[in-house]
């Protein structure tokens, strides 16, 4: 055989063939690769909701679709978007391909428990297939009652049923987590010598564990009222229907932060390695993802600032959001001095990676308007907030993820994607998101309601202009589906350092061997020792590299 | 404002120009910061490329005083936002200390029904009177809705089974649009309607064009006989319940200890669940009428015992 | 997993006692997703307590407290005989471990007993909401929401508890068939643990169901 197909033997991906030696596998590789697949195949499915949904708005009398469909669209664009995209994206895929080996261990500490993860998120991901195809649903996906338990004429029960076992591959992945990074780390890897993505998927799993089973809680009180007939938040009753919206957003709000903080961890990741300098600040990165789970799960009000809450607690609500924003905005100001002093190649993952840092910033800054109190009055529920957040979880997230993907790419097939269609789908993309989402905070301050299928005729040049932006965006997703596919066959062979990068993870082959490291790591650098005056660089086991 | 930016949204009340204050401050403040972060990436991208013949030096990390001194004045600056934000949100959401009108909306899958004290009603429409300070009773009939008057830059959520409420000055005659902005439901889109705002005169005119014959007061006093009510808070019955007389804006002191004001959620609470509002010396026997009163019914009823006090409201 | 044979550690771990030690972080931090799973339904049940005082109080004398009083001590012994269980086999003695694993896991199915001829009696005297509820003289819609906490707190323990007994009997098959040794108790630690949290949580429901309307008023 030739000394490729021979190489490949030795790797995770050539060491046997069945079928039954991926389903049952333990690695933790080939688990990320089969999460990759999954959380691929729901993000076309949300991601064709937005299509259908961008195509109907850009005639105000909306004649594509009708009231009962769209409201039925955009529900499941934000179900699977949140739940089975974003959430799991970069932990599942990224996290578990990574985590072991950037602190020197050969698995995580549960592999199977990691494998029922998988199939536990397949599960979830067929109930929410299935109600998809019978009808859907049209509370949105933020589930407000009494409309979710006494009104809605969907399949809510069924959707409940999805994200609540969703909810239980998260705490499975999580919790895996958490304890490989306490017990696994290889000798000499103290937690200030961790990868800020280690830190930053440690931290989202702590949010994760303590966060999800008050929504599974949530969810699965709906489901009984519904089920049952029974008035837990339906005021007839004597139920309250704001404790449903307290008990839905004590997680929700925890919840962007577990979509968000492992993107800036991959960010991180990227920019020290492709500016050639340790990144500024390193303590202070640590500290501000620990300050933001912390003072994320105290916010959760500021998304009922006109719902009829009391004064005082709105008050508190809004200066709690101002404080969880100082260490966004610390973590921005490093990003940005890493490039001080640096010496920055501009390739794919690098040009993701600063657009996340611009897109992040404008989405987090417009979270300060939502957060100031007289503000949000006007800007709540409008289009300002859905542009918002889509800066931050598409613009941010998406952007981080596609940083991420290309530039693990190497490690984790052994290929090198093409690089100048790389950037250029980056640059792609960043355009097509500007073009998509920027005239939406104009909708909102206009007064555009969210979840509207139809709106006022002045409106328009507005929502054409977005939905032409859309299909740039489309192009920018489409695009690296074509070359990285195209690339698993017909890339260059990548060697196991491409980058020159400082972790652990590129100090073995690519793809890997089975166990990850032939030898156990002994750590004896902190991470990111680049050199910008030359480039050279100290990887993380202590060897110097001209 | 909206004539020489293209698209700012018109400003027809006081709390639009309260808010739109607050905006162009914040969208300001970001401008800058944008500047200052993204002219910065873009400094430091062009001038330590790797092409760059700059001379780079050896990383000493000394961070600690940039770290405290940025998050410091981001810290500053964000005390600032917060304190003017939330100062204006408690002037606005709080009740006005002295009212004009009060108005009685009811929110419905799919419309709105708007009622004044004098019993004129409209659907998916308000006409209110320029310059007064209007005081809105929110109630939904089943799911939660939401009043949103963009050029007043004012919404509030209608919550069902409690009163909600809140006020505005119309500053600008003309008329605007009225939206739903909390999904309820199929046609939420359509949930929309007209406010028109008039100078008083017409506006008075307008009521008495409407040629309604009782108002909301003499409707809820009808209910309050049809129902029993006056059976026990009557002056003529021997059953000892709480005089109405005054009740509305006063202190109700409660068996618990509690005191509180007798706003339109307490009346409410009354009505609907009595044995949590079991007041101070009275036997704990008034009934419950949860689900034999329509949302409606709440509001004459509520009108009515509004109309039995004297002075400044609450 | 090792078998008992060859006692080998997980091709992650360094030996025994490092896989042992992750095993019971990793219960600890599942535990505490209980915690906050029956904790925002406590919360929730707490909110409507606070707002309806007096009809939660009506309705929780209706309880069946002998019966509640009865199942909390059948659920303490068990978890002394777990931990007798734990005690016996780090000094090795396998036929007592057995014996006590045999028996925390009857008193788990006497606990079970007891409750659902608890909720025979609740049924027989109609409190049991979507099921068979009558309202009983003074009782307004709140008091069905005290009976739909207790419904939905007791039977989510309930899945706990048997998922719990399962568990042990699972664990003393293998305890007979000599898995275990003073040199690897770790999974006995680990069910150890989840039984004691199964316990716990019986003590805070028992707080919120029983002694309304009797101790407290």
Redesign the interface.
């Known amino acids: 055989m030739s000394t490729a197909a021979a190489d490949l033997l030795q790797t995770y991906l050539g060491e046997e063939h069945t079928i039954s030696s991926w389903l049952l596998t333990h690695d933790h590789k080939r688990i990320a690769l089969m999460f990759f697949g999954s959380v691929t195949l729901f993000f076309f499915v949300g991601g064709s909701a937005a299509t259908l949904i961008r195509l109907h708005l850009v005639n105000p009398a909306g004649t594509l679709l009708q009231?009962?469909m769209y409201?039925r669209l955009f529900t499941m664009h934000g179900i699977v978007m949140v739940w089975f995209f974003l959430i799991p994206s970069i932990p599942a895929t990224l996290g578990n391909f990574l985590i072991?080996m950037m602190i020197g261990?050969?698995?995580?500490?549960?592999?199977r428990?990691n494998l029922f993860s998988w199939y536990l998120f397949n599960v979830s991901g067929l109930v929410a297939l299935y109600f998809l195809f019978v009808g859907g649903v049209?509370?949105?996906w933020t589930f407000?009652t009494?409309?979710s338990t006494?009104?809605?004429n969907g399949h809510v029960i069924a959707a409940a049923v999805a994200v609540f076992i969703n909810g239980f591959s998260t705490?499975a992945t999580a919790?895996n987590f958490?304890?490989t990074t306490?017990?696994?780390r290889a000798p000499g890897m103290t937690w200030f010598r961790l990868p800020l993505f280690v830190w930053a998927i440690y931290v989202t799993s702590i949010i994760m564990?303590?966060?999800?089973?008050?929504l599974?809680?949530?969810l699965a009180?709906v489901a009984?009222e519904r089920l049952?007939?029974?008035?837990?938040f339906d005021?007839?009753?004597?139920?309250?229907?704001?404790?449903f919206q307290h008990?839905f957003w004590?997680y929700s709000h925890p919840a962007v932060y577990i979509m968000v903080l492992p993107a800036m961890g991959v960010v991180s990741e990227v920019i020290t390695c492709f500016?050639?300098?340790?990144v500024?600040?390193?303590k202070?990165m640590c500290f501000a993802l620990v300050s933001i789970a912390v003072i994320g799960f105290f916010v959760w009000g500021h998304h009922m600032?006109?719902?009829?809450i009391s004064?005082l607690s709105?008050?508190v609500f809004?200066?709690l959001t101002?404080?969880v924003?100082?260490p966004s905005?610390?973590k921005?100001?490093?990003w940005?001095?890493t490039?001080?002093?640096?010496?920055?190649?501009?390739d794919a993952p690098m040009l993701y990676a600063?657009g996340f840092?611009?897109l992040f910033?404008?989405g987090g800054?417009?979270g300060?308007?939502l957060?100031?109190?007289?503000?949000?009055?006007?800007l709540?529920?409008?289009y300002f907030v859905v542009a918002h957040f889509h800066f931050i979880m598409v613009g941010g997230t998406v952007s981080a993820y596609f940083a991420g993907l290309h530039y693990w790419w190497s490690k984790i097939t052994g290929k090198h994607y093409p690089e100048t269609w790389g950037r250029f789908a980056a640059i792609l993309m960043f355009v097509g998101f500007i073009v998509t989402f920027a005239p939406q905070f104009?909708l909102g301050?206009?007064?555009m309601?969210?979840?509207?299928?139809?709106?006022?005729a002045d409106l328009q040049t507005?929502n054409v202009l977005s939905s032409a932006g859309a299909s740039i965006l489309a192009v920018g997703y489409l695009l690296p589906l074509c070359y990285l596919g195209w690339s698993l066959f017909y890339g260059r062979k990548a060697g196991p350092n491409p980058w020159r990068a400082t972790g652990l993870e590129w100090q073995t082959s690519s793809p890997p061997i089975g166990?990850n490291f032939l030898r156990t790591p002994q750590v004896t650098e902190p991470p990111y020792q680049y050199?910008?005056?030359d480039?050279s660089y100290i990887s993380q086991d202590g060897i110097r590299h001209a | 404002m909206h004539e020489w930016v293209p698209f700012w949204p018109r400003n027809a009340a006081l709390s639009a120009s309260i808010i739109d204050t607050i905006n162009i401050g914040e969208f300001a403040l970001i401008a800058l910061i944008l500047v200052f972060v993204f002219g910065m990436m873009i400094t430091f991208g062009v001038r330590y490329r790797h092409g760059s013949a700059r001379p780079r030096t050896a990383v000493a990390e000394r961070s600690w005083r940039f770290e405290i001194g940025w998050t410091s004045a981001t810290i500053a600056a964000f005390f600032v936002l917060f304190v003017l934000g939330a100062n204006a949100y408690l002037f606005l959401y709080e009740a006005p200390r002295h009212q004009d009108l009060e108005l009685y909306v009811v929110g419905k899958q799919w419309m709105w029904k708007i009622e004044h004290p004098g019993g004129q009603r409209e659907i998916d429409a308000m006409h209110v009177p320029l310059g007064s300070t209007v005081r809105v009773v929110l109630a939904s009939e089943d799911v939660i809705h939401s009043l949103f008057i963009p050029a007043f830059r004012l919404k509030h959520d209608v919550v069902p089974g409690q009163f909600e409420t809140f006020w505005f000055r119309a500053t600008r005659t003309g008329s605007y649009q009225l939206e739903c902005s909390e999904f309820c439901g199929t046609q939420h889109a359509h949930m929309r309607g007209t406010v028109t705002v008039m100078r008083p005169a017409a506006y008075a005119r307008w009521l008495t064009d409407q040629g309604v014959a009782e108002s909301l007061a003499q409707r809820g006093f009808a209910l309050f006989r049809k129902y029993g009510c006056s059976g026990c808070h009557g002056t003529g019955s021997d059953v000892h319940a709480p005089s109405l007389a005054g009740l509305y804006g006063s202190i109700a002191h409660l068996a618990d200890g509690r005191a509180v004001r007798a706003d339109e959620r307490y009346i409410r609470d009354c009505i609907l669940i009595p044995q949590t509002q079991r007041v101070a010396g009275y036997p704990p026997v008034m009934p419950s009428f949860q689900g034999q009163l329509s949302e409606e019914d709440l509001i004459n009823l509520l009108a009515y015992i509004q109309s039995l006090s004297e002075g400044p409201r609450p | 997993m090792p078998s008992a044979r060859t006692l080998r550690p997980g091709m992650q771990y360094a030996d025994l006692e490092q896989q042992s030690e992750t095993a019971q972080l990793g219960m600890w931090l599942f535990l505490a997703t209980e915690v906050l799973f029956f904790g925002s339904l406590i919360f929730a049940y707490t909110v409507y307590r606070s707002a309806y005082g007096h009809q939660f109080q009506l309705a929780g004398h209706d309880s069946f407290i002998l019966l509640g009083s009865v199942n909390q001590a059948i659920l303490v012994t068990s978890s002394l005989t777990m931990v007798l269980a734990l005690r016996a086999a780090r000094a090795g003695e396998q036929r007592a471990l057995v014996w006590l694993l045999c028996a925390t896991a009857a008193l788990g199915l006497a606990f079970l007993g007891v409750k659902g001829y608890e909720y025979a009696r609740d049924a027989a005297s109609h409190a049991l909401p979507a099921i068979d509820f009558v309202f009983k003289p003074g009782y307004r819609a709140p008091a069905e929401m005290f009976w739909t906490f207790y419904l939905i707190s007791t039977g989510l323990h309930a899945l706990h508890l048997s998922i719990g007994i399962v568990l042990v009997l699972i664990f003393a098959v293998r305890a007979a068939r000599g898995a275990f040794s003073p040199a690897y108790d770790g999974p006995l630690e680990v069910v150890g643990l989840y039984w004691s949290f199964v316990d716990t949580v019986w003590f805070f429901l028992f707080a919120c169901i029983y002694p309304l309307g009797r101790v407290m008023t």
């Open positions: 009231p009962e409201n072991p261990a050969r698995d995580l500490a549960f592999p428990l049209d509370t949105g407000y009494p409309y006494l009104f809605a705490i919790l958490v304890v306490h017990k696994l564990l303590l966060a999800t089973p008050v599974a809680m949530t009180l009984i049952m007939g029974i008035g837990i005021p007839s009753l004597g139920g309250d229907p704001l404790l008990m004590f500016a050639r300098r340790p500024f600040g390193y202070g600032f006109t719902a009829g004064l709105a008050v809004s200066m101002f404080i924003a100082v905005a610390i921005v100001f490093n940005t001095v490039l001080h002093n640096a010496r920055i190649h501009f600063l840092v611009g910033t404008i800054l417009t300060l308007v957060g100031t109190l007289a503000s949000d009055i006007h709540q529920d409008t104009i301050y206009l007064g309601p969210r979840r509207y299928y139809t709106y006022p507005w166990h050199d910008p005056r480039g």
